[in-house]
């Protein structure tokens, strides 16, 4: 038997809302609404002058290879993140969900991470991988291997791709430990009894059940890598060498607070809404159908 909740005031859920919906407003709808309209019109270094041109700044961006090139990056660094963060994840979670000593404080080290915010974790990164300064960059160097994200443009987008995975593994860790923990042990256990191994037992039950889960973070990582990892890319190697690490967010930062053209970089922001928005629908449509909701 459900219960039904009402409210003596009418006003009272109008005001429960209120707050969420002005947040949403304020730091979302406003902004989105501010970028489109930026984006057709042409204004000078200061924003005081603008004219309406249509999508002239559209037209200037996807006719320029360097966007097209940090198109390029910004898919391969995605789907590296994407991809290593939630690989990584769900194995330490795996390994943290059996019964192993000192599993507490184990769980415990790996959710500290998150607590990072990108900047400081690129920092940490770029101490530890240094050429000059960093333990690990001047021991590669000493075994004679020409380590320099600085002036390797490989080399400088591996490292970014690391640290912004690290970062985010620990996100991952917890939702996969949850998930983890949430399977019916009678479940494994039937089937450790019929006869399946630890590796058919994790790909035929434990897997397929983790999809609701598996589902959420590749939407959620995939938002992360394109939007929330402007701060380690600008820490580590703000875009360089030769815009080896530049994406999409970073160069709508270089355009529109460094150059001041303000129409060309709201043009970006909003094709880079687009294509979130666009990838976003298709993993809805198209990957959710192999999601199994016990």
């Known amino acids: 038997m459900q219960r039904r909740v009402t409210f003596d005031n009418r006003l009272l859920p109008y005001l429960l809302l209120a707050p969420q919906v002005a947040v949403t407003l304020v730091f979302f709808i406003w902004p989105a609404a501010n970028a489109i309209w930026q984006s057709v019109h042409l204004q000078d270094a200061f924003g005081i002058r603008s004219e309406f041109v249509w999508f002239e700044n559209f037209t200037n961006v996807l006719g320029d290879p360097n966007y097209l090139d940090t198109l390029k990056v910004t898919v391969v660094f995605s789907l590296a993140v994407t ?3 939630m690989g990584l994840a769900l194995l330490l979670a795996v390994l943290a969900d059996s019964k192993l000593k000192g ?3 184990y769980k415990t080290l790996l959710i500290w991470p998150y607590a990072l915010a990108p ?8 101490f530890i991988f240094n050429p000059d300064i960093g333990s690990f960059g ?3 160097r000493a075994l004679g291997y020409d380590w320099d994200y600085r002036l390797n443009g490989g080399q400088a987008l591996t490292m970014v791709i690391m640290a912004a995975s690290w970062k985010q593994v620990s996100y991952n860790f917890i ?11 009678s479940v494994m256990e039937a089937a450790s009894i019929d006869g399946a191994g630890p590796v058919r037992r994790f ?10 889960t598996t589902f959420f973070l590749l939407v959620v990582d995939m938002v992360y890598a394109f939007f929330e990892t402007f701060g380690t890319i600008h820490a580590l190697t703000q875009g360089g060498p030769g815009k080896a ?10 355009d529109g607070v460094v150059n001041n053209d303000l129409g060309g970089s709201s043009a970006q922001s909003v094709i880079l809404m687009v294509i979130v928005i666009a990838l976003t629908a298709v993993q809805f449509r198209f990957v959710e159908r192999k999601v199994h909701y016990s």
């Open 119 to 126: 900047a400081v974790a690129a920092v940490l990164w770029m």
């Open 245 to 254: 690490t530049e994406t999409l967010i970073f160069r709508v930062y270089q």
């Open 138 to 140: 001047r021991a590669l």
């Open 175 to 185: 939702f996969f430990l949850a998930g983890l923990q949430a399977i019916p042990r």
């Open 103 to 105: 599993a507490r404080a």
């Open 83 to 85: 991809v290593l963060a």
């Open 203 to 212: 790909w035929t039950i434990t897997f397929p059940l983790l999809s609701p």
